[in-house]
């Protein structure tokens, strides 16, 4: 049981990584940039956008401003796309 835990957890992340990464090319920007405004490395960027390893909030709150997009509706997005039923 708690391996299928584990195994959910993993795809909430994979897909938050997805969701990452459509921000950042949607605002038109290189990993390269991104991982500078977000004071990350283009490693850490990938690591996070294909879903192995998570960010921290304050990660997320630089990545929000280095696309443009308010926290806000950054998280009404996340929860659209991992709850639907709550909205």
Known sequence: Y???GAKK????????????????????????????KCDLSTRQ????????????LSTIFKMCEACNISFDGFMKE???????DIL
């Open 2 to 4: 708690l391996r299928q």
């Open 9 to 36: 957890q993993m795809n909430y992340t994979k897909e938050f990584g997805k969701y990452i990464r459509a921000c950042r090319k949607e605002a038109g920007i290189s990993q390269e940039t991104f991982a500078e």
């Open 45 to 56: 960027i990938s690591n996070i956008e294909t879903g192995r390893c998570e960010p921290k």
């Open 78 to 84: 996340l929860t659209l796309l991992f709850r639907p």
